[in-house]
């Protein structure tokens, strides 16, 4: 008798254990919602909303840090970051940030926050632990994207009105290139080994793939997709797969993401999601990518490998960016 009670403790501990770890093992993602003021986090197992976090007026760009501790969003209308701790999902701090934030980025110590401030033609440059500013960086009108090289040397930000990519030296603060691209530029993402840079622009309808050391444009990619007027195609966020083979490029009033090929930047397919997809993550081990999409005020969950989207997530209104706790 002792003995079974014995074993049936055991297998109680060990469910249980085994319910814990699993939970544990869950990557939670966190979605701006622009109109909600909230940001929903979603548990990538059960694909439910566990918690909708009040942040604040207007969040868009969210980020999460190098150590997977803090996810930080901008507070477009209050001119702030705000800082949730990535376990608890309670708002720590606000960070002011200068005026109407739109995108961030976070250089590979996690100390230097690199903010794009609409209002004002600035790339607002901050000590992340401090919230004090370093320096502010005069660019082009209306700047959005945001993208930090691997090595933490170089950011690149876009400005939508004047259609350019801005290469700052992040030692001296220094504009080191301006590069014309098609018009309305609002993202940019480095390849992993830092090499490139690709920028979309959503008016001009296209992805511009440019040297980061020389800053020559060596590719400019389009998009046709049967049946889609082409003024409805307006690219904007990016992610590539963990291999880097492909980029998912999210293209707006379209509707789809779509898969380029990063060798050949030809196209692959098109992946139909929600109404106008914004911005994307993907899934710590690479399997998944999430869209965020404005319209429909849900994700939509992607398998790679297949490129068929499985399922859509109900979060909050106007959901705009993306980021996921491993």
Not at 12 to 22: C, E, K, P, R, S
Request: proline content about 5%; overall charge negative; glycine content about 8%.
């Amino acid at each position: 008798m002792n003995t079974i009670r014995k074993i049936s403790l055991f297998g109680f501990v060990a469910l249980f254990l085994a319910t814990a770890i699993g939970e544990a093992c869950a990557a939670a993602i966190f979605v701006s919602n622009e109109k909600d003021d909230t940001v929903s986090v979603v548990d990538s197992e059960s694909l439910k909303v566990i918690k909708t976090i009040q942040v604040g007026h207007r969040p868009r760009g969210i980020i999460i840090t190098p150590d997977h501790k803090n996810i930080i969003v901008c507070l477009g209308d209050d001119g702030q970051l705000a800082i949730i701790d990535a376990n608890t999902f309670a708002v720590t701090r606000k960070l002011d940030s200068g005026s109407d934030p739109e995108l961030l980025n976070i250089d590979p110590t996690g100390k230097i926050l690199y903010v794009a401030n609409e209002d004002d033609s600035l790339v607002t440059i901050m000590d992340f632990k401090t919230g004090n500013t370093i320096q502010e960086v005069p660019i082009g009108v209306e700047p959005e994207g945001m993208a930090v090289s691997p090595g933490g040397g170089i950011v690149v930000a876009t400005s939508e009105s004047t259609s350019m990519a801005h290469f700052i030296d992040t030692k001296t603060y220094k504009v080191l290139a301006n590069i014309l691209v098609d018009s309305r530029p609002r993202y940019a993402e480095f390849t992993a080994d830092g090499s490139k840079v690709w920028v979309t622009s959503e008016v001009g309808g296209s992805v511009s793939v440019i040297d980061a050391k020389t800053y020559k444009i060596l590719n400019v990619v389009h998009f046709s997709i049967p049946g889609v007027r082409p003024e409805l195609i307006s690219p904007v966020g990016i992610t590539f797969t963990k291999d880097g083979k492909r980029a998912f490029i999210s293209l707006g009033k379209a509707n789809r993401l779509a898969v380029v090929d990063t060798s050949n930047y030809n196209v692959i397919d098109y992946v139909l999601v929600g109404q106008r997809p914004w911005h994307t993550a993907l899934s710590p081990d690479g399997s998944t990518i999430y869209s965020a999409n404005g319209e429909t005020n849900d994700i939509t969950v992607v398998d790679v490998a297949s490129l068929r989207p499985l399922k859509s997530v109900p979060v909050g209104r106007l959901p705009w960016g993306l980021t996921i706790r491993p």
